[in-house]
T-cell receptor
Framework: DAGVTQSPTHLIKTRGQQVTLRCSPISGHKSVSWYQQVLGQGPQFIFQYYEKEERGRGNFPDRFSARQFPNYSSELNVNALLLGDSALYLC??????????????FGEGSWLTVV | DAKTTQPPSMDCAEGRAANLPCNHSTISGNEYVYWYRQIHSQGPQYIIHGLKNNETNEMASLIITEDRKSSTLILPHATLRDTAVYYCIALSYNNNDMRFGAGTRLTVKP
């Protein structure tokens, strides 16, 4: 079975541009979360979606947005990119909301470099 | 929200058990303890999770103290491939987010 898949794996953008990152959860998983990991630090929570509704939001500016589609895949959008947005963006999926103690699996991430 | 505290680094001899401690003294009764590891900035790999009882799977064992204020991840026979950053996380019930700390960098030595 395929794990959590993310695309693209690497990309380079210029300051001020916009980027869209994509995530396909494990088959049967309905919850997707996004994390940002800056080099040398642990991942930081950005969003969680369950059944296409936002269930949680971390401390990130409004330049960050996300959505979940009927097939449970998800997109993370970042507008007006800053140099500080350079990071590994991780997607995690689980069968249901985190509150039920589900096993949560991460993808390999998308490396974003802003120049 | 429960904060976790882990030692920044640990060494372990290959073939020996690696015991990674985690303090979560403010954990609430309905917060789970999750363990992940990350190798060379790949995606975090799930290891194990638990609520109150000790847990074991093919990768590791999780020992949670009776008062739930701390836990220990045990890798029974560490190999060089277990060298990674290990994260202990108390799952926030209020915000639905996993609060990763700095983790413990485990180095398995020959």
């Amino acid at each position: 079975d395929a794990g959590v898949t993310q695309s693209p794996t690497h990309l380079i953008k210029t300051r001020g541009q916009q980027v869209t990152l994509r995530c396909s959860p494990i088959s049967g998983h309905k919850s997707v979360s996004w994390y940002q990991q800056v080099l040398g630090q642990g991942p930081q929570f950005i969003f969680q979606y369950y059944e296409k509704e936002e269930r949680g939001r971390g401390n990130f500016p409004d330049r960050f947005s996300a959505r979940q589609f009927p097939n449970y895949s998800s997109e993370l959008n970042v507008n007006a990119l800053l140099l500080g947005d350079s990071a590994l963006y991780l997607c995690a999926s689980s069968p249901g909301p985190f509150l039920t103690g589900n096993t949560i699996y991460f993808g390999e991430g998308s490396w974003l470099t802003v120049v | 929200d429960a904060k976790t505290t882990q030692p920044p680094s640990m060494d372990c001899a290959e073939g020996r058990a690696a015991n990674l401690p985690c303090n979560h003294s403010t954990i609430s009764g309905n917060e789970y303890v999750y363990w992940y590891r990350q190798i060379h900035s790949q995606g975090p790999q799930y290891i194990i999770h638990g609520l109150k009882n000790n847990e074991t799977n093919e990768m590791a064992s999780l020992i949670i103290t009776e008062d739930r204020k701390s836990s220990t991840l045990i890798l029974p026979h560490a190999t060089l491939r277990d060298t990674a950053v290990y994260y202990c996380i108390a799952l926030s019930y209020n915000n639905n987010d996993m609060r990763f700390g700095a983790g413990t960098r485990l180095t398995v030595k020959p």
